[in-house]
Structure formats: C-alpha cells, structure tokens
C-alpha cells in the first residue's frame, strides 16, 4: 500500500466528509501481520452469522481475518472463495423458505448458473479499516458504509474523472436499489451545486443526469428477482 495515497484519502475525506465512517478494505494473504484470525460465531437460533455482523468489530477499527473455518455464514464461504460453489439443500432452503429472496428452485439454479465463481487468492481474507492500513498491505476492494451524502459526493467526485457509469447494488432485489437511488436523488436535490448542474432539473424516473459532470445514475440491481 502506498502510503502517500492512504494519507491523502484521510485528509480529503475529513475536509468532504467530516465526521463519516472510515472505509474498510480487504484482501487475501496467506501470512497474518498481527490481525486477529477469531473464532467462529457461537450457533444461534437462525443457524447462521451473517458476514456483515462479523464485519462490525472491523467497522470500528479491530482488523479480522476470515476463511472457511471462522465465517459464521454458508454463504459466505463460496462467495469469498473458500469453497465450491454449488446449490445444496440447505441454500436452497434457505433462499426460498427463510429469506424468500427467490420464488422457485429454477430461480435459484439460475443464480448460480449466471453467477461468477471466484477462487481465494490467499490462506485468508483480511478486513481492515483504511487508517490501519501499512506498507505491506495489498488492498483489492474498498468498501464504504456511509449516508446518502457521502454516497451521492463520492458518485460525483469518482465519475467526474472517471465517465458515466451506474449506481449498482450488489446484494438486494430492485427495491433496494429503489431506496438507495431515492436517497442519492435527495441528497443531490439538498446540495445546490450538483442540483444547479442537473439543469431542468427534471429527474427522470430510475435516472438522474448531471450532465455539467457528466454523469449518470440508474437503477441496476445485480441479482433481482
């Protein structure tokens, strides 16, 4: 990791957005440099320990190192590379009766047919929150968890430079997508700026235009039913 970015990415972060959470990153390794590796989540009453709970302690500055053996969640484990993806009866339970996120086996073969499968690049996976971040750090994804201001700034400041592109979700139906895009339009109609830029000012059902950034917003939901 170059240092000289993640000093940089501190101090613009506070200036734009005082006061937001630090992201948190993540890669694989094999060796551990003082990350905790915990143990795995005691059984509770739904059977399972969702990834993102395990990410809390990591939210507030503890790094955790994660593999087949310590994620709490079965579906955690092929969709970090632990292990083979495939559709047993327990996912596919779980998917249709207890999450109801899809309607019928068929829909759920379909996930996994069109879904990429990954490989673990390392013995671990590695979550740390930027400011821990060291030279020896190889950060692969950044992850943020922030209000929809932050959200809609990041958007802009990113696609200012980078082009037009889509506001994606990556877990979640398109209602999901819905509330997230209803929040981005929000915070963008509070900031005078970026509304000034849309022009007309006319939002257009599942698209926002900035045209002044050249910019775009739409609804995409990676994985809807």
């Given at each position: 990791?170059?240092?000289?970015?993640?000093?940089?990415?501190?101090?613009?972060?506070?200036?734009?957005?005082?006061?937001?959470?630090l992201p948190i990153v993540?890669?694989?390794?094999?060796?551990?440099?003082?990350?905790?590796?915990?143990?795995?989540?005691?059984?509770?009453?739904?059977?399972?320990?969702?990834?993102?709970?395990?990410?809390?302690?990591?939210?507030?500055?503890?790094?955790?190192?994660?593999?087949?053996?310590?994620?709490?969640?079965?579906?955690?484990?092929?969709?970090?590379?632990?292990?083979?993806?495939?559709?047993?009866?327990?996912?596919?339970?779980?998917?249709?009766?207890?999450?109801?996120?899809?309607?019928?086996?068929?829909?759920?073969?379909?996930?996994?047919?069109?879904?990429?499968?990954?490989?673990?690049?390392?013995?671990?996976?590695?979550?740390?929150?930027?400011?821990?971040?060291?030279?020896?750090?190889?950060?692969?994804?950044?992850?943020?968890?922030?209000?929809?201001?932050?959200?809609?700034?990041?958007?802009?400041?990113?696609?200012?430079?980078?082009?037009?592109?889509?506001?994606?979700?990556?877990?979640?139906?398109?209602?999901?997508?819905?509330?997230?895009?209803?929040?981005?339009?929000?915070?963008?109609?509070?900031?005078?700026?970026?509304?000034?830029?849309?022009?007309?000012?006319?939002?257009?059902?599942?698209?926002?235009?900035?045209?002044?950034?050249?910019?775009?917003?739409?609804?995409?939901?990676?994985?809807?039913?």
């Amino acid at each position: 990791m170059n240092l000289d970015i993640k000093k940089n990415f501190l101090e613009k972060w506070e200036e734009h957005f005082p006061g937001s959470e630090l992201p948190i990153v993540c890669y694989y390794t094999d060796e551990l440099y003082g990350e905790e590796f915990p143990k795995a989540p005691r059984p509770n009453k739904s059977g399972y320990t969702c990834i993102f709970s395990q990410l809390a302690p990591v939210r507030r500055g503890h790094a955790r190192a994660f593999n087949a053996q310590n994620l709490g969640c079965f579906g955690a484990r092929p969709t970090l590379g632990f292990e083979k993806s495939e559709v047993s009866d327990e996912i596919m339970d779980f998917l249709i009766n207890v999450e109801r996120y899809k309607k019928t086996p068929e829909h759920v073969y379909t996930l996994f047919d069109t879904n990429r499968t990954i490989q673990a690049q390392g013995k671990y996976i590695v979550f740390k929150r930027w400011d821990l971040l060291s030279d020896s750090d190889d950060p692969q994804v950044v992850s943020f968890f922030c209000g929809a201001d932050a959200i809609a700034g990041l958007h802009a400041l990113f696609f200012s430079s980078w082009g037009a592109e889509v506001l994606s979700v990556g877990i979640g139906g398109r209602s999901t997508a819905q509330v997230i895009f209803n929040k981005a339009r929000r915070a963008i109609q509070l900031n005078p700026i970026l509304y000034a830029s849309v022009g007309d000012r006319d939002f257009l059902r599942n698209e926002i235009r900035v045209p002044e950034l050249e910019s775009r917003w739409q609804i995409r939901a990676w994985m809807c039913t």
